[in-house]
Protein backbone atom coordinates (compact mmCIF):
# COMPACT_ATOMS: atom_id res chain seq x y z
CA UNK A 1 0.00 0.00 0.00
CA UNK A 2 1.51 3.89 -0.77
CA UNK A 3 0.06 5.41 2.42
CA UNK A 4 3.52 4.91 4.45
CA UNK A 5 5.65 6.00 1.16
CA UNK A 6 3.22 8.89 0.97
CA UNK A 7 3.50 10.16 4.29
CA UNK A 8 7.28 9.83 4.64
CA UNK A 9 7.34 11.40 1.58
CA UNK A 10 6.15 14.64 2.14
CA UNK A 11 7.14 15.07 5.43
CA UNK A 12 9.47 17.92 4.89
CA UNK A 13 6.83 19.44 2.75
CA UNK A 14 4.73 19.28 5.59
CA UNK A 15 7.35 20.90 7.64
CA UNK A 16 7.55 23.77 5.71
CA UNK A 17 4.26 24.45 5.25
CA UNK A 18 3.52 24.64 9.04
CA UNK A 19 5.75 27.00 9.88
CA UNK A 20 4.22 29.07 7.12
CA UNK A 21 0.79 28.95 8.77
CA UNK A 22 2.22 29.02 11.81
CA UNK A 23 3.37 32.84 11.22
CA UNK A 24 -0.28 33.24 9.77
CA UNK A 25 -2.79 31.98 11.86
CA UNK A 26 -1.35 33.34 15.11
CA UNK A 27 -3.70 34.33 17.61
CA UNK A 28 -3.31 36.64 20.81
CA UNK A 29 -1.55 39.70 21.22
CA UNK A 30 1.73 38.47 21.66
CA UNK A 31 1.58 36.64 18.27
CA UNK A 32 1.86 33.43 19.57
CA UNK A 33 -0.66 30.42 18.90
CA UNK A 34 -3.60 29.09 21.30
CA UNK A 35 -2.58 26.30 23.31
CA UNK A 36 -4.38 23.40 24.37
CA UNK A 37 -2.98 22.78 28.37
CA UNK A 38 -4.46 19.64 29.34
CA UNK A 39 -1.89 18.10 31.53
CA UNK A 40 1.60 16.25 30.91
CA UNK A 41 1.70 13.34 28.86
CA UNK A 42 -0.01 12.31 26.47
CA UNK A 43 -3.59 10.49 25.43
CA UNK A 44 -3.53 6.24 26.62
CA UNK A 45 -4.71 4.20 24.86
CA UNK A 46 -7.46 3.38 27.88
CA UNK A 47 -8.05 6.89 27.88
CA UNK A 48 -9.50 6.96 23.90
CA UNK A 49 -11.27 3.94 24.35
CA UNK A 50 -13.29 5.31 27.25
CA UNK A 51 -14.11 8.04 24.98
CA UNK A 52 -15.75 6.80 22.58
CA UNK A 53 -17.83 4.60 24.18
CA UNK A 54 -19.34 1.66 22.43
CA UNK A 55 -17.07 2.30 19.35
CA UNK A 56 -14.19 1.82 21.22
CA UNK A 57 -11.64 3.21 18.93
CA UNK A 58 -8.57 1.97 18.75
CA UNK A 59 -5.84 5.43 19.15
CA UNK A 60 -3.30 5.21 15.92
CA UNK A 61 -1.52 8.22 17.39
CA UNK A 62 -0.50 9.68 20.96
CA UNK A 63 -1.94 12.81 21.28
CA UNK A 64 -0.09 14.94 23.60
CA UNK A 65 -2.44 16.47 26.20
CA UNK A 66 -0.50 20.19 25.76
CA UNK A 67 -0.08 20.83 21.80
CA UNK A 68 -1.09 23.72 19.52
CA UNK A 69 -4.93 24.36 18.91
CA UNK A 70 -5.00 23.56 15.53
CA UNK A 71 -7.59 24.27 12.92
CA UNK A 72 -8.40 21.72 10.98
CA UNK A 73 -10.93 21.97 7.46
CA UNK A 74 -12.43 18.32 5.82
CA UNK A 75 -14.57 18.55 2.81
CA UNK A 76 -17.15 15.33 2.94
CA UNK A 77 -18.26 13.81 0.16
CA UNK A 78 -21.77 13.62 2.01
CA UNK A 79 -22.78 13.99 5.10
CA UNK A 80 -26.22 12.18 3.62
CA UNK A 81 -24.52 9.48 2.93
CA UNK A 82 -24.22 6.73 5.91
CA UNK A 83 -20.50 5.91 5.73
CA UNK A 84 -19.73 9.87 5.07
CA UNK A 85 -21.83 11.17 8.19
CA UNK A 86 -20.13 8.29 10.38
CA UNK A 87 -16.98 9.85 9.40
CA UNK A 88 -18.28 13.12 10.17
CA UNK A 89 -19.49 12.42 13.61
CA UNK A 90 -16.32 10.53 14.78
CA UNK A 91 -14.13 13.96 13.67
CA UNK A 92 -16.30 16.20 15.38
CA UNK A 93 -15.76 14.11 19.12
CA UNK A 94 -12.15 13.57 18.47
CA UNK A 95 -11.83 17.19 17.92
CA UNK A 96 -13.54 18.52 20.60
CA UNK A 97 -12.10 15.55 22.84
CA UNK A 98 -8.33 16.84 21.39
CA UNK A 99 -9.25 20.32 21.72
CA UNK A 100 -8.89 21.38 17.87
CA UNK A 101 -11.17 23.35 15.76
CA UNK A 102 -12.90 21.42 12.92
CA UNK A 103 -14.64 22.85 9.82
CA UNK A 104 -16.24 21.11 8.07
CA UNK A 105 -17.89 21.37 4.31
CA UNK A 106 -20.36 19.32 2.62
CA UNK A 107 -20.25 18.68 -1.08
CA UNK A 108 -23.27 16.38 -0.82
CA UNK A 109 -21.41 14.36 -4.16
CA UNK A 110 -21.51 17.62 -6.17
CA UNK A 111 -17.77 17.10 -6.64
CA UNK A 112 -17.63 20.27 -9.11
CA UNK A 113 -18.35 22.69 -6.26
CA UNK A 114 -14.83 21.07 -4.31
CA UNK A 115 -12.82 24.56 -5.71
CA UNK A 116 -15.41 26.96 -4.09
CA UNK A 117 -16.13 24.93 -0.85
CA UNK A 118 -12.15 24.70 -0.45
CA UNK A 119 -11.99 28.28 -0.90
CA UNK A 120 -14.81 29.01 1.80
CA UNK A 121 -12.78 26.75 4.33
CA UNK A 122 -8.82 28.80 3.24
CA UNK A 123 -10.13 31.77 4.38
CA UNK A 124 -10.11 30.79 7.72
CA UNK A 125 -6.98 29.64 7.17
CA UNK A 126 -6.69 26.05 8.17
CA UNK A 127 -3.40 24.41 9.42
CA UNK A 128 -4.13 21.15 7.12
CA UNK A 129 -7.13 20.50 5.16
CA UNK A 130 -8.49 16.49 4.23
CA UNK A 131 -11.06 14.95 1.86
CA UNK A 132 -12.38 11.82 0.73
CA UNK A 133 -9.96 9.61 -1.30
CA UNK A 134 -11.77 10.22 -5.15
CA UNK A 135 -9.89 11.67 -7.86
CA UNK A 136 -12.12 14.09 -7.74
CA UNK A 137 -10.47 15.74 -4.77
CA UNK A 138 -7.42 17.27 -7.76
CA UNK A 139 -8.65 20.80 -7.51
CA UNK A 140 -8.48 20.92 -3.41
CA UNK A 141 -5.08 19.62 -3.75
CA UNK A 142 -3.81 21.85 -6.57
CA UNK A 143 -5.29 25.05 -4.01
CA UNK A 144 -4.27 23.75 -1.08
CA UNK A 145 -0.48 23.45 -2.78
CA UNK A 146 -1.29 27.20 -3.76
CA UNK A 147 -1.59 28.22 -0.06
CA UNK A 148 1.08 26.08 1.24
CA UNK A 149 -1.42 24.13 3.39
CA UNK A 150 -0.83 20.58 4.13
CA UNK A 151 -4.09 18.12 2.64
CA UNK A 152 -4.70 14.89 4.49
CA UNK A 153 -6.78 11.95 2.22
CA UNK A 154 -9.02 9.09 4.16
CA UNK A 155 -8.97 5.94 1.63
CA UNK A 156 -6.88 6.93 -1.17
CA UNK A 157 -3.63 7.87 -1.95
CA UNK A 158 -3.28 10.98 -4.34
CA UNK A 159 0.17 12.58 -5.29
CA UNK A 160 0.61 16.26 -3.71
CA UNK A 161 -1.28 14.72 -0.57
CA UNK A 162 -0.46 12.63 2.41
CA UNK A 163 -2.98 9.40 3.17
CA UNK A 164 -4.33 7.14 5.85
CA UNK A 165 -7.01 4.72 5.64
CA UNK A 166 -8.40 1.09 4.30
CA UNK A 167 -6.23 -1.18 2.74
CA UNK A 168 -7.87 -1.72 -0.37
CA UNK A 169 -6.44 -4.87 -1.40
CA UNK A 170 -7.08 -6.39 2.06
CA UNK A 171 -10.81 -5.39 2.21
CA UNK A 172 -11.31 -6.63 -1.29
CA UNK A 173 -9.58 -10.01 -0.48
CA UNK A 174 -11.08 -10.26 3.03
CA UNK A 175 -14.67 -10.35 1.24
CA UNK A 176 -13.97 -13.25 -0.89
CA UNK A 177 -12.54 -14.99 1.82
CA UNK A 178 -16.07 -14.50 3.88
CA UNK A 179 -17.78 -15.69 0.99
CA UNK A 180 -15.64 -18.89 0.27
CA UNK A 181 -17.35 -21.11 2.99
CA UNK A 182 -20.84 -20.37 2.03
CA UNK A 183 -20.08 -20.45 -1.53
CA UNK A 184 -18.52 -23.69 -1.75
CA UNK A 185 -21.60 -25.32 0.24
CA UNK A 186 -23.90 -23.42 -2.30
CA UNK A 187 -21.59 -25.44 -4.76
CA UNK A 188 -22.46 -28.72 -3.16
CA UNK A 189 -26.14 -28.26 -3.10
CA UNK A 190 -28.38 -26.17 -4.55
CA UNK A 191 -25.67 -24.59 -6.83
CA UNK A 192 -24.26 -27.75 -8.06
CA UNK A 193 -23.78 -27.66 -11.76
CA UNK A 194 -24.61 -23.96 -12.29
CA UNK A 195 -21.93 -21.19 -13.47
CA UNK A 196 -20.85 -19.30 -10.38
CA UNK A 197 -20.22 -15.82 -11.67
CA UNK A 198 -18.40 -12.65 -9.59
CA UNK A 199 -20.55 -9.01 -9.86
CA UNK A 200 -18.39 -6.06 -8.30
CA UNK A 201 -20.29 -2.96 -7.81
CA UNK A 202 -17.59 0.32 -7.96
CA UNK A 203 -17.92 3.68 -9.07
CA UNK A 204 -17.38 6.28 -11.61
CA UNK A 205 -13.94 8.35 -10.61
CA UNK A 206 -12.99 6.35 -7.47
CA UNK A 207 -9.62 4.50 -7.72
CA UNK A 208 -10.07 2.90 -4.23
CA UNK A 209 -13.84 1.48 -4.98
CA UNK A 210 -12.06 0.24 -8.14
CA UNK A 211 -9.14 -1.57 -6.37
CA UNK A 212 -11.31 -3.26 -4.03
CA UNK A 213 -13.34 -4.79 -6.43
CA UNK A 214 -10.14 -5.72 -8.67
CA UNK A 215 -8.38 -7.62 -5.62
CA UNK A 216 -11.74 -9.22 -4.86
CA UNK A 217 -11.99 -10.51 -8.56
CA UNK A 218 -8.39 -11.92 -8.07
CA UNK A 219 -8.72 -13.30 -4.58
CA UNK A 220 -11.99 -15.46 -6.55
CA UNK A 221 -10.09 -16.05 -9.43
CA UNK A 222 -7.78 -17.73 -7.14
CA UNK A 223 -9.88 -19.04 -4.58
CA UNK A 224 -12.69 -20.42 -6.78
CA UNK A 225 -11.04 -21.09 -10.19
CA UNK A 226 -13.44 -18.06 -11.47
CA UNK A 227 -12.49 -17.00 -15.06
CA UNK A 228 -11.56 -13.47 -15.80
CA UNK A 229 -14.37 -13.24 -18.38
CA UNK A 230 -16.94 -14.02 -15.46
CA UNK A 231 -16.13 -10.96 -13.24
CA UNK A 232 -18.18 -8.49 -13.70
CA UNK A 233 -17.47 -4.52 -12.20
CA UNK A 234 -20.96 -2.97 -12.54
CA UNK A 235 -20.54 0.89 -12.43
CA UNK A 236 -23.96 2.32 -11.38
CA UNK A 237 -25.11 5.81 -12.53
CA UNK A 238 -25.94 8.85 -10.38
CA UNK A 239 -25.56 9.66 -6.41
CA UNK A 240 -27.68 7.22 -5.18
CA UNK A 241 -25.78 4.23 -4.37
CA UNK A 242 -28.54 2.09 -3.37
CA UNK A 243 -31.23 3.03 -5.78
CA UNK A 244 -28.61 3.34 -8.69
CA UNK A 245 -27.04 -0.30 -8.13
CA UNK A 246 -31.10 -2.03 -7.77
CA UNK A 247 -31.26 -1.19 -11.35
CA UNK A 248 -28.27 -1.69 -12.60
CA UNK A 249 -28.30 -5.05 -10.61
CA UNK A 250 -31.29 -5.92 -11.85
CA UNK A 251 -30.21 -5.93 -15.58
CA UNK A 252 -28.04 -7.41 -14.59
CA UNK A 253 -29.43 -10.91 -13.10
CA UNK A 254 -31.80 -10.31 -16.28
CA UNK A 255 -28.92 -10.94 -18.68
CA UNK A 256 -27.84 -13.81 -16.72
CA UNK A 257 -30.78 -15.63 -16.12
CA UNK A 258 -29.15 -19.23 -15.60
CA UNK A 259 -26.26 -18.35 -13.28
CA UNK A 260 -25.39 -17.80 -9.79
CA UNK A 261 -23.45 -14.48 -8.52
CA UNK A 262 -21.22 -14.05 -5.82
CA UNK A 263 -21.11 -10.12 -5.47
CA UNK A 264 -18.57 -8.04 -3.91
CA UNK A 265 -18.84 -4.06 -3.87
CA UNK A 266 -16.40 -0.82 -2.72
CA UNK A 267 -19.42 -0.07 -0.36
CA UNK A 268 -22.57 -1.27 1.76
CA UNK A 269 -25.30 0.48 -0.43
CA UNK A 270 -24.74 -0.96 -3.63
CA UNK A 271 -24.92 -4.23 -1.93
CA UNK A 272 -27.94 -3.22 -0.40
CA UNK A 273 -29.51 -1.86 -3.86
CA UNK A 274 -28.58 -5.72 -5.47
CA UNK A 275 -30.34 -7.34 -2.21
CA UNK A 276 -33.44 -5.46 -3.42
CA UNK A 277 -32.92 -6.39 -6.97
CA UNK A 278 -32.57 -9.78 -6.31
CA UNK A 279 -35.73 -10.17 -3.99
CA UNK A 280 -38.07 -8.14 -6.25
CA UNK A 281 -36.63 -10.23 -9.04
CA UNK A 282 -37.22 -13.99 -7.23
CA UNK A 283 -33.24 -14.53 -7.79
CA UNK A 284 -32.91 -13.99 -3.46
CA UNK A 285 -31.90 -18.23 -3.86
CA UNK A 286 -28.93 -17.23 -7.08
CA UNK A 287 -26.82 -14.57 -4.72
CA UNK A 288 -24.70 -14.66 -1.98
CA UNK A 289 -22.79 -10.81 -0.29
CA UNK A 290 -20.37 -9.42 1.13
CA UNK A 291 -20.98 -5.69 2.31
CA UNK A 292 -17.83 -3.38 2.64
CA UNK A 293 -18.16 -0.67 4.99
CA UNK A 294 -20.25 -1.70 8.14
CA UNK A 295 -22.11 2.00 7.99
CA UNK A 296 -25.78 2.04 9.30
CA UNK A 297 -27.16 0.58 5.52
CA UNK A 298 -25.24 -2.60 6.23
CA UNK A 299 -26.03 -2.53 9.89
CA UNK A 300 -29.67 -2.79 9.03
CA UNK A 301 -29.35 -5.19 6.18
CA UNK A 302 -27.91 -7.70 8.17
CA UNK A 303 -30.68 -7.20 10.73
CA UNK A 304 -33.12 -8.14 7.70
CA UNK A 305 -34.58 -11.62 8.45
CA UNK A 306 -35.43 -10.69 3.92
CA UNK A 307 -31.96 -10.99 3.77
CA UNK A 308 -30.09 -14.03 5.64
CA UNK A 309 -30.06 -16.35 2.74
CA UNK A 310 -27.64 -13.66 0.70
CA UNK A 311 -25.87 -11.30 2.97
CA UNK A 312 -23.06 -13.47 4.73
CA UNK A 313 -21.62 -10.21 6.47
CA UNK A 314 -20.38 -6.26 6.22
CA UNK A 315 -16.32 -5.94 6.12
CA UNK A 316 -16.78 -3.66 9.05
CA UNK A 317 -14.03 -0.29 8.21
CA UNK A 318 -15.68 1.24 11.87
CA UNK A 319 -16.37 4.54 10.33
CA UNK A 320 -16.59 6.72 13.07
CA UNK A 321 -13.48 4.98 14.31
CA UNK A 322 -11.59 6.21 10.81
CA UNK A 323 -12.86 10.15 11.57
CA UNK A 324 -11.57 10.59 14.81
CA UNK A 325 -8.10 8.53 13.88
CA UNK A 326 -8.30 10.80 11.03
CA UNK A 327 -8.22 13.90 13.36
CA UNK A 328 -5.07 11.74 15.55
CA UNK A 329 -3.31 11.79 11.78
CA UNK A 330 -4.15 15.38 11.43
CA UNK A 331 -2.47 16.15 14.61
CA UNK A 332 0.65 13.67 14.36
CA UNK A 333 0.91 14.84 10.53
CA UNK A 334 1.50 18.95 11.58
CA UNK A 335 3.39 17.39 14.30
CA UNK A 336 5.99 15.70 11.95
CA UNK A 337 5.62 12.64 13.85
CA UNK A 338 4.09 9.06 12.55
CA UNK A 339 0.81 7.47 13.41
CA UNK A 340 0.25 3.87 13.01
CA UNK A 341 -1.52 2.20 10.10
CA UNK A 342 -5.32 1.80 10.34
CA UNK A 343 -6.52 -1.50 10.44
CA UNK A 344 -9.70 -3.28 9.32
CA UNK A 345 -10.17 -6.93 10.80
CA UNK A 346 -13.67 -6.86 12.06
CA UNK A 347 -16.67 -8.70 9.58
CA UNK A 348 -20.27 -8.10 10.98
CA UNK A 349 -23.09 -10.63 10.67
CA UNK A 350 -26.50 -11.10 11.69
CA UNK A 351 -25.48 -12.71 15.24
CA UNK A 352 -22.78 -10.33 16.16
CA UNK A 353 -23.97 -6.54 14.95
CA UNK A 354 -26.16 -6.18 17.85
CA UNK A 355 -22.80 -6.29 20.14
CA UNK A 356 -20.98 -4.45 18.52
CA UNK A 357 -23.30 -1.85 18.10
CA UNK A 358 -25.78 -1.72 20.49
CA UNK A 359 -26.84 1.96 20.21
CA UNK A 360 -28.19 2.13 16.66
CA UNK A 361 -31.56 2.59 16.65
CA UNK A 362 -33.09 -0.07 14.69
CA UNK A 363 -31.10 -2.63 17.23
CA UNK A 364 -33.33 -1.46 19.86
Known amino acids: MPEIASRRRLRGLIVVASAALALTACSGENGSRDMVKGGSGSYAAAEVAKATGAHKVRSLYAVPKTHEKYRLAFINPSTSFPFFASWSQGMKAAAKFYGVDLMEADLAFKYDQAQSKYDDLAVRQPDLVGGGGSSLN ?78 AFAKAQEEWGVSKSDTFRLVPPGTDPTAA ?79 WNWVEAAIATLRDEEFAEYQVNRVLTADNVDKYYPDDASAK
Open 245 to 323: AQDTFTDFLTAHPDDVVAVVSYGDEPVVGALNAAKSGRRDQDILAVANGGDTAARHALRDRANQDMLIGAIDYQPYAEG
Open 138 to 215: APTIAAAKRDETPVLLIDGAMEGAEDFGINDRQVGELAVEQLTGPVEEKQKSAWKGRKLIVAGISAGNCPPCDARVNA
